[in-house]
C-alpha cells in the first residue's frame, strides 16, 4: 500500500440505494446533490462520489441530462474531485450506467470489480409511510437482484472510459476475490497504478463488517499490489464510522456520506453530508492524521486534473 502523510476523505452523498422516505436530509434535487457536495467538500473532502437522482420523484437515474443538472454547479464551487459512479443501481442496463461517465468524462469514476448479492431489502421494515410509488418494489425487491457486472463488462469499463478518457478508477471491492480480478485485470495491462482500492464492507452479499476482514483484505491486497495501490474503505450503515477509523489507522484512506449511512450517531439521522464528513474530519485529526487536499489527492492518485474533464 503506497502510504501518506495526508489522508483523503471521500464523501458520497446521494448514492441509489436510500430513498426519500428513509430521511428528510437525503439530497434527490439536482439543487440539493450540488449543495450538499459542495457542503461536503467545504467541510473537507476531497473527492465527491456522485450517483444523479430524477428530480421528479428522487429515484435512482443514471441519465446524463440529470447529472447535468447538478455538476457544473459543484465544478464553479469547489476544487474537488468528482467521482462519477459507472454503478448505478442494479436496475440499469451497462449502457445506462455508463452515460455519466461517456458524456462527462470525469477525472474517476467507480468501477465494482464483480457481480454481487446486493441486499438492502431489510431497510423497508424501518420506513413507515413511503413517499413514492416506487420505492417499496424497489427496496423490497433488492432481494431478488444481482448487481452485475461479469469481467466483460469490466474490460469495457476499463477500455471505453479508462484508456478512453484517461480516467481513473474507484476499484469497489466487496469482497476479498475482487482484488484478484482487479489483479488479472493488472497483469493484462488494462489499468496502471496507483490502483484507488475502495474495500465495501456490511453489504447483505459482500463481505462482512468485521474489522479482521477489514485487516485480511489490506493483507491480500499488499500482496497482490504492494506499493502500487491507494486503500480505502468503509463500511454501511451503524459500521460507517469506526470501519473509516480503523482504515486510517491501517495506512488507508475514508469514505463517509448519505450513501452508505443516513446516520450520524445510534439513532440520530445526519443532517447532511457535511455533518459525517466533519465528524471524521475531527476524528482523524485526534488521532493526529492531516486531511488531503483535492490537489494533493490529484497527485496521490495521479488524476488528470479537473481541466481534462468534460463539464
Not at 37 to 64: F, K, M, T, V, Y
Not at 128 to 147: L, S
Not at 289 to 308: I, N, W
Request: charged share 20%; aromatic share 8%; hydrophobic share 45%.
Amino acid at each position: 500500500m503506497r502510504k501518506s502523510s495526508k489522508i483523503i476523505i471521500t464523501c458520497a452523498p446521494t448514492g441509489s440505494i436510500h430513498t426519500p422516505s428513509m430521511s428528510p436530509y437525503l439530497p434527490v434535487t439536482p439543487d440539493e446533490i450540488a449543495q450538499s457536495a459542495i457542503e461536503a467538500a467545504e467541510a473537507g473532502a476531497a473527492i465527491l462520489h456522485l450517483h444523479a437522482r430524477n428530480p421528479a420523484d428522487g429515484s435512482p437515474s443514471p441519465a446524463a441530462e440529470h447529472f447535468a443538472a447538478f455538476l457544473p454547479q459543484i465544478r464553479q464551487a469547489t476544487d474537488a474531485v468528482i467521482n462519477i459512479s459507472t454503478g448505478g443501481s442494479a436496475t440499469m442496463s451497462l449502457d445506462a450506467r455508463l452515460e455519466g461517465a461517456m458524456a462527462f468524462r470525469p477525472e474517476l469514476c467507480s468501477l465494482n470489480m464483480g457481480p454481487l448479492i446486493f441486499d438492502f431489502s431489510g431497510a423497508a421494515s424501518r420506513v413507515g409511510t413511503w413517499q413514492h410509488d416506487w420505492e417499496r418494489p424497489y427496496v423490497e425487491g433488492a432481494r431478488d437482484r444481482i448487481m452485475y457486472n461479469d469481467n466483460g463488462y469490466i474490460e469495457r469499463i476499463m477500455r471505453e472510459v479508462g484508456q478512453g478518457f484517461g480516467t481513473r478508477f474507484e476499484f469497489e471491492c466487496y469482497d476479498i476475490g475482487h482484488l484478484y480480478t482487479l489483479a488479472h485485470f493488472v497483469d493484462r495491462r488494462l489499468v496502471e497504478p496507483p490502483f484507488l482500492i475502495q474495500g465495501v464492507f456490511g453489504i447483505l452479499g459482500g463481505i462482512g463488517a468485521d474489522p479482521r476482514n477489514l485487516a485480511h483484505m489490506v493483507t491480500i491486497a499488499d500482496r497482490l499490489f504492494g506499493d502500487d495501490y491507494v486503500f480505502s474503505a468503509f463500511a454501511a450503515g451503524r459500521h460507517q464510522m469506526n470501519f473509516c477509523t480503523q482504515s486510517a489507522l491501517l495506512g488507508g484512506n475514508v469514505r463517509v456520506g448519505l450513501e452508505d449511512s443516513l446516520f450520524i450517531g445510534r439513532g440520530q439521522l445526519a443532517r447532511s453530508n457535511a455533518d459525517q464528513v466533519f465528524k471524521i474530519r475531527v476524528m482523524l485529526e485526534e488521532l493526529g492524521l492531516a486531511v488531503a487536499t483535492p490537489d494533493e489527492a490529484r497527485a496521490m492518485l495521479s488524476l488528470k486534473g479537473a481541466d481534462a474533464t468534460a463539464f
